[in-house]
Structures are given as C-alpha cells and as structure tokens.
C-alpha cells in the first residue's frame, strides 16, 4: 500500500493506491468521522461487478447505505442526472448524517463530487475510482462538474474529496481500450513534469497494456503524486499553475465536443490527439526546443494504440469548439506548450492561423 498526502491545510487528505485496499474502506470510514450513513453513486456496471461487495464492507463497518446508479456514459453528467440524485438523496437523508462515495470512472466521480459540493452546501464525499483514467486524473484535486449541451465540464466546482481509494485489483476487468486511453493521460503527466516517467512508459508499454500490476501501480502512484503537487500549488486553479495539467486539453476537448460526445472518442484519445496538436503549434511559433519530440510522441501514442489523426470531424468544427475552452483569459487563448521532455508553459494569444493549420494537420486526410 502507497499513501500520498495532498496538502491542502484543513482540506488536505490522503490517496491510498494498492491492491486491496478497498476491503479496508469501513475502517477508513471510521478514522475521518465523516459520518453514519453512505450514499453510493456508481453506474451498472461496477455496481453488477462490486456492489455488493462494498454494501457489505460499509455494512459490517455498522453504516446504513443507500446506492444511486446513473448511466455509463457521458450523458450522466447532466444537470438532469444531477438534480433526480439530489432528490433522492433528500428523500433518504432524514436524522441522518450522510456522506457519498463516488464508485467508478470519471463521470460518476465529476458527478457525484458536484452533488457532493452544493448538497446543503457542502457533504462530504470520498472517491473510490474504477478506471485506470479515474485513478490517476480526475479523482484527485476536486475538480467537479456537469456537462452543458454547448461544452463539458461548464458547470462545476473546486471541492475537496476526504480520501482517495485506488485499488489495483478493480482494474483487472478493464477492457485494453480503457488501459489505452489512461495511458494518454499518464504520457501527459510524463511529458509535463518527469521524463523519467515518460521514458519508463516507453519501456514498459506491453507491460502496462496487459494490464500488469506492479507496472500499473508504478505509474499511478508517479501520477497521483504529479497531480497533487500541482493541486497544492493552485488548488482553485487562479495562478495557472494548475493549468498546466491541462497539456492536449484544448484541442482535445474540441475533438470531444465536435464529435458530440459520441463515443467516437474516448478522452483519452482526444487527449492523445490535442497533445501532438500542442506540440505542433509549439514547434511551429518557437517554444518548443527538442527536435525529436513531436516524432518521439507520435511514436508513443502509436505503440499504445492511441490515434495520431482525427477521422470524421471537420477543422470548422473542432476550431469553433476550442473557442470555449475555460483557459481563455481576457478574450485571449491559453496553451500549455511542451518545450522539452518533461517541460511545458503556458502560451497566450497564439495566432490563429497557426491554430487552424496546426488542426488541420491532425485530420486524417
């Protein structure tokens, strides 16, 4: 078992990674005295695969449990899905003293951190993430939200969970596809701060895609500990530190958007997509330095499986939808820039026309 700290004063808590570490979930429970009564949001699937199993852990622990499933997809991340949870919640939570659990990916995490942060103005809630994406990026750091038809992630706020429980044997199940797309985050977090962990990717890269588990908590522990360095920097996201997290995020959650959350693309893969688009607008205005590094990428991504091109999208489009991005300032665009192999910055008010040639150029021909 592995235990970071993300030091954030009286919101500061730990990340637990591990195998097996959520058979000791009760006890945890216990130690923050966070309350008596547990209401689990999960989604079908981990709920047919674990939901009994962690009824049972918080039961014998002597907590009442109250279990809300939402939609496996992207969708749930509504305002709608939203608001039927709080309802729920109300109807249950009588001389009660709640907490929530989030149990899965990324969209039930979002989803039920956001319900977590505006229930009486605040509950508070523990993430238990399911995915391999969930684990080393979107639990961690408070970052929560629902999605409006226009773009993702529109409505939200910055609210810290109590603890974080990665637990490695949930992983076993995971389709390669899921592996994959984590994996692009775990190259960004590689290519913003540690080569070491870059190169350690490349190493082990059949490894960590046959879901090996002494590889996998390797590299989210390196990512976890990333991502927690930046959160304690910048927790609110105000100095633009913390948007460094965000390398590939502009075009990527553009390709997400065009596609209109279809599935065509996980994030992953979008993300995959934004960051050669990154490196390629940094190679074209000067920032970045190292050569070989848009060639050493898209090598990267292709050994993982990941895509290098968009396919069925329009440059109109994904143009359009990169105008919405949150890292705008001051009707300026923001982007997080590699300069070498473990080094990005921040750029505003890159030229248009090198957006748009920079786009085009990952659009399969």
Same mark, same amino acid.
Do not use: W
């Given at each position: ?6 030091? %954030? &004063? ?12 959520? #058979? ?8 923050? &005295? ?17 939901? &009994? ?14 279990? +809300? ?16 949870? /709080? ?23 979002? +989803? ?12 508070? *809630? ?21 999605? +409006?038809?226009?773009?993702? #992630? +529109?409505?939200?706020?910055? *609210? ?22 984590? /994996? ?12 070491? %962990? ?47 997290? #965000? *390398? ?65 999208? &329009?440059?109109?489009?994904? *143009?359009?939808?990169? /105008? ?5 300032? #001051? ?5 997080? /820039? ?24 990952? %659009?399969?021909?």
């Amino acid at each position: 078992m592995r235990k970071i700290r993300v030091r %954030l &004063k009286k919101r500061s808590y730990d990340i637990i990674i591990g195998r097996g570490v959520l #058979n000791r979930l009760g006890l945890f429970v216990k130690k923050l &005295k966070i309350g008596n009564d547990a209401v689990i949001i999960t989604n079908p699937t981990v709920s047919r695969l674990y939901g &009994k199993k962690i009824e049972s852990l918080l039961k014998l622990a002597g907590l009442s449990v109250l279990t +809300l499933t939402v939609p496996d997809s992207e969708e749930a991340k509504s305002l709608k899905t939203a608001s039927g949870i /709080l309802e729920k919640i109300a109807h249950y939570d009588r001389r009660r003293k709640i907490f929530i659990i989030a149990f899965g990916g990324g969209v039930v995490g979002d +989803l039920a951190g956001f319900v977590s942060a505006i229930y009486k103005r605040g509950v508070p *809630y523990i993430q238990v993430p399911t995915t391999l994406l969930a684990q080393v990026d979107s639990a961690i750091g408070g970052k929560t939200a629902v999605d +409006l038809p226009i773009a993702k #992630n +529109l409505v939200g706020a910055i *609210y810290q969970p109590r603890l974080v429980l990665s637990d490695t044997a949930l992983l076993k199940t995971l389709p390669r596809r899921q592996i994959q797309n984590a /994996l692009a985050e775990i190259i960004k977090y590689g290519a913003i701060k540690d080569s070491s %962990l870059f190169s350690f990717i490349g190493r082990n890269m059949k490894r960590l895609l046959s879901n090996d588990i002494r590889s996998l908590e390797y590299v989210i522990g390196r990512s976890s500990a990333i991502k927690a360095g930046f959160v304690e920097k910048d927790e609110f996201d105000r100095t633009g530190y913390r948007a460094l997290l #965000n *390398y590939g995020h502009t075009i990527g959650h553009a390709i997400e958007a065009s596609s209109r959350y279809s599935g065509l693309y996980t994030h992953g893969e979008a993300i995959a997509i934004g960051m050669l688009a990154a490196a390629d607008i940094s190679s074209r205005i000067g920032v970045l330095k190292d050569g070989g590094y848009l060639q050493n990428l898209r090598r990267m991504l292709r050994e993982c499986g990941l895509p290098v091109k968009a396919k069925g999208l &329009k440059a109109r489009d994904i *143009y359009e939808s990169h /105008l919405r991005d949150k890292k705008f300032a #001051n009707a300026r665009n923001r982007f997080v /820039l590699p300069v070498i192999s473990g080094c990005v910055k921040l750029t505003e008010g890159v030229p248009d026309i090198v957006i748009k040639k920079a786009i085009s150029e990952i %659009l399969a021909k």
